[in-house]
């Protein structure tokens, strides 16, 4: 036990250095800055990460675990269902790793991200007009044919255990001398770096964090159960997943944003601050102020600029006017 734990240890500390020269694409996950955005918001730029968005850890971590618990084997083919950014991920991890890739995707998202996924040489499955959750039972039922493997992101605890260990560590870690993060506030997609990161500000930081989930305005799942369109993609995939509903208790409140502010903020954000982001990190940002305002006990708010603008051009950078 004591030494698997002192393994485990290992593992997470190798994961907050970038091995110099790095070997792999995959070694240079990770270890993304925090920003300090003034006025007691701390954003973790999980954009820098390679494939540009917040689930290539996730995606990095569940693929390693599955190989290790022999789950996935060389030659087998890895499927999921995403309304983009795990599908970017895994597609460039099975290109790093020598495996194939099905991405199981809704048809009526941002064009860019199916084409990087096509970039890193996965074939893309389209189903229903944005339903993630269709896309999520065709991914888990090809995951079972022999040779496949379906790293199920919606539903697998390995997400939210990643999101502690890893991603969770290493904010703790970045944080500076004196201060406190009393509140979280993050965008809903599968819950898992919400709940993850949250599990480990309690446990280490603050056992009295306020956890903020953050969803659309139009599409209020969470707690309300109303599905509605909405531009916040990556986050609202129009179905409660498994691990926000496990972990409910966990969840202080929930936040509304409306689409076009999450939109004008990310514009707003690349254009004064240099930060170019998609709408759930405007989205984001402008939850973390809002929190602050409605309870002014609350000094510093910990959120995540989720992935890049670039992903987006087609949909919300191509007439701003700019
Ligand atoms: N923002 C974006 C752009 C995303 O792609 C995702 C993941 N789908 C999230 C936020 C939410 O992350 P999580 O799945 O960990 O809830």
């Given at each position: 036990?004591?030494?698997?734990?002192?393994?485990?240890?290992?593992?997470?500390?190798?994961?907050?250095?970038?091995?110099?020269?790095?070997?792999?694409?995959?070694?240079?996950?990770?270890?993304?800055?925090?920003?300090?955005?003034?006025?007691?918001?701390?954003?973790?730029?999980?954009?820098?990460?390679?494939?540009?968005?917040?689930?290539?850890?996730?995606?990095?971590f569940?693929?390693?675990?599955?190989?290790?618990e022999?789950?996935?084997?060389?030659?087998?083919t890895?499927?999921?269902?995403?309304?983009?950014?795990?599908?970017?991920?895994?597609?460039?991890?099975?290109?790093?790793?020598?495996?194939?890739?099905?991405?199981?995707?809704?048809?009526?998202?941002?064009?860019?991200?199916?084409?990087?996924?096509?970039?890193?040489?996965?074939?893309?499955?389209?189903v229903?007009?944005?339903?993630?959750?269709?896309?999520?039972?065709?991914?888990?039922?090809?995951?079972?044919?022999?040779?496949?493997?379906?790293?199920?992101?919606?539903?697998?605890?390995?997400?939210?255990?990643?999101?502690?260990?890893?991603?969770?560590?290493?904010?703790?870690?970045?944080?500076?001398?004196?201060?406190?993060?009393?509140?979280?506030?993050?965008?809903?997609?599968?819950?898992?770096t919400?709940?993850?990161?949250?599990?480990?500000?309690?446990?280490?930081?603050?056992?009295?964090?306020?956890?903020?989930?953050?969803?659309?305005?139009?599409?209020?799942?969470?707690?309300?159960?109303?599905?509605?369109?909405?531009?916040?993609?990556?986050?609202?995939?129009?179905?409660?997943?498994?691990?926000?509903?496990?972990?409910?208790?966990?969840?202080?409140?929930?936040?509304?944003?409306?689409?076009?502010?999450a939109?004008?903020?990310a514009?707003?954000?690349?254009?004064?601050?240099?930060?170019?982001?998609?709408?759930?990190?405007?989205?984001?940002?402008?939850?973390?102020?809002?929190?602050?305002?409605?309870?002014?006990?609350?000094?510093n708010?910990?959120?995540?600029?989720?992935?890049?603008?670039?992903?987006?051009?087609?949909?919300?950078?191509?007439?701003?006017?700019?």
């Amino acid at each position: 036990m004591q030494q698997a734990q002192a393994k485990n240890n290992k593992t997470m500390t190798d994961h907050m250095t970038t091995p110099c020269p790095a070997k792999s694409i995959l070694d240079c996950i990770g270890n993304t800055p925090l920003l300090d955005l003034g006025d007691g918001i701390y954003a973790k730029a999980e954009y820098f990460n390679p494939s540009g968005s917040i689930k290539a850890r996730m995606a990095k971590f569940m693929i390693e675990k599955a190989e290790a618990e022999g789950l996935l084997k060389p030659g087998d083919t890895i499927v999921e269902a995403t309304s983009g950014n795990t599908g970017n991920a895994l597609s460039m991890i099975a290109a790093a790793k020598g495996y194939k890739m099905i991405v199981v995707m809704p048809d009526g998202y941002s064009n860019e991200r199916v084409r990087i996924s096509r970039g890193f040489g996965a074939e893309i499955k389209l189903v229903g007009h944005f339903q993630v959750n269709e896309a999520r039972a065709e991914a888990i039922r090809l995951g079972q044919q022999p040779g496949f493997y379906c790293p199920a992101q919606f539903d697998n605890e390995w997400n939210v255990e990643e999101n502690r260990e890893w991603l969770g560590r290493e904010v703790i870690a970045q944080i500076p001398a004196g201060v406190k993060i009393d509140a979280i506030v993050q965008g809903v997609g599968t819950g898992g770096t919400l709940i993850g990161v949250a599990q480990a500000l309690r446990q280490w930081h603050n056992p009295d964090i306020k956890v903020f989930a953050m969803e659309p305005s139009e599409s209020q799942t969470l707690e309300c159960c109303i599905v509605a369109d909405h531009k916040i993609e990556g986050i609202s995939d129009g179905f409660v997943p498994t691990i926000y509903d496990r972990h409910r208790d966990e969840i202080t409140e929930v936040i509304c944003v409306d689409s076009q502010i999450a939109i004008d903020e990310a514009h707003r954000m690349a254009r004064e601050m240099g930060q170019f982001v998609g709408p759930s990190s405007g989205a984001n940002y402008w939850a973390a102020r809002e929190i602050k305002r409605r309870d002014p006990s609350i000094k510093n708010v910990l959120t995540f600029l989720c992935d890049r603008g670039e992903k987006y051009l087609s949909l919300m950078y191509q007439d701003t006017g700019a």
